[in-house]
C-alpha cells in the first residue's frame, strides 16, 4: 500500500513553454502532498505544500506564478512550470502523508531546452 | 547552514562488512525518517522513529535515535550490493506530520 506515482517519468520541453506533472496516490486518500525540488547530488528542497480544495503553501523564494499547484481532488496534484527556462531544468518529486509518514513518488525529470 | 547533517557524506565499504551512518540535528525532531534513493529515482521509506531511545529494524538496518531526538544512525548488517544507494535523513521540525527538511544524503558503495 501507500503507492504514489508520478507522470511524466521525463519530459523535455523548449524554452518558454509550459509542462505539467501529475503527481498521484493509487491507493489512499491525500488531503495534503508535497512537492520537492532536487538538484544533481543536492538534498531535496520542499517546493510548497498542495492541499486539496484550497491553495498552495509555497516556501520562501519559490514563484508561485512559476510553478502552479492544483490539488483538485484527494488523489491528484499537479505541478505545472510555466514560460519554462533551462534553469528550471531539475528532478521533481511528490510526496503525500499516510499516517505520519510521507511516501514519495518516483520523481520527473525535466529537461529545458 | 544546514539544519540536517549526515555524515560521512560518501562511504564504501566491502561487502559483508557493518556500517553505520548518522543524521544529526541542531533542533529537538518531532520525527525522524530514512528513506533510500536510486539516483534519478525517487525515494523509498525505510524506517519513522518518534521517541527518544527510539529503535526499529527492519532486514539488515537498524535505526535508533537518541534520548534528546537530535541525533539518529542507521546500522548496516552485513552490508551487499543492493544496500548500494543515497541514504537521505528526513525530519519533521515542526509536528503534525507537516513538510520534511532532509539532509544531503549518502552515498553507499558495496563493494562486491
Known amino acids: 500500500g501507500a503507492v504514489v506515482s508520478q507522470h511524466p517519468s521525463r519530459v523535455i520541453c523548449k524554452s518558454g513553454t509550459s509542462v505539467k506533472i501529475e503527481c498521484r496516490s493509487l491507493?489512499?486518500?491525500?488531503?495534503?502532498m508535497f512537492w520537492y525540488r532536487q538538484f544533481p547530488k543536492q538534498s531535496l528542497m520542499l517546493m510548497a505544500t498542495?492541499?486539496?480544495?484550497?491553495?498552495?503553501?509555497?516556501e520562501q523564494g519559490v514563484e508561485k506564478d512559476k510553478f502552479l499547484i492544483n490539488h483538485a481532488s484527494l488523489t491528484l496534484s499537479t505541478l505545472t512550470v510555466t514560460s519554462a527556462h533551462p534553469e528550471d531544468s531539475s528532478f521533481y518529486i511528490c510526496?503525500?502523508?499516510?499516517?505520519?509518514?510521507?511516501?514519495f513518488g518516483p520523481g520527473t525529470r525535466l529537461l529545458v531546452l | 547552514s544546514q539544519e540536517l547533517e549526515q555524515s560521512p557524506q560518501s562511504l564504501i565499504v566491502q561487502e559483508g562488512k557493518n556500517l553505520t551512518i548518522n543524521c544529526t540535528s541542531s533542533?529537538?525532531?518531532?520525527?525522524l525518517y530514512w528513506y533510500k534513493q536510486k539516483y534519478g529515482e525517487g525515494l523509498i521509506f525505510l524506517m519513522m522513529?518518534?521517541?527518544?531511545?527510539e529503535e526499529k529494524s527492519h532486514e539488515k538496518i537498524t535505526a535508533k535515535l537518541d534520548e534528546k531526538k537530535q541525533q539518529s544512525s542507521l546500522h548496516i548488517t552485513a552490508s551487499q550490493p543492493s544496500h548500494a544507494g543515497i541514504y537521505l535523513c528526513?525530519?519533521?521540525?515542526?509536528?503534525?506530520?507537516?513538510?520534511?527538511?532532509f539532509g544531503k544524503g549518502i552515498t553507499l558503495s558495496v563493494r562486491p
Open positions: 533542533k529537538t525532531l518531532y520525527g
Open positions: 510526496s503525500a502523508g499516510v499516517e505520519w509518514t510521507q511516501y
Open positions: 498542495s492541499n486539496e480544495g484550497s491553495k498552495a503553501t509555497y
Open positions: 522513529l518518534q521517541k527518544g531511545g
Open positions: 528526513g525530519a519533521d521540525m515542526t509536528g503534525a506530520n507537516s513538510k520534511l527538511t
Open positions: 491507493d489512499f486518500q491525500a488531503t495534503t
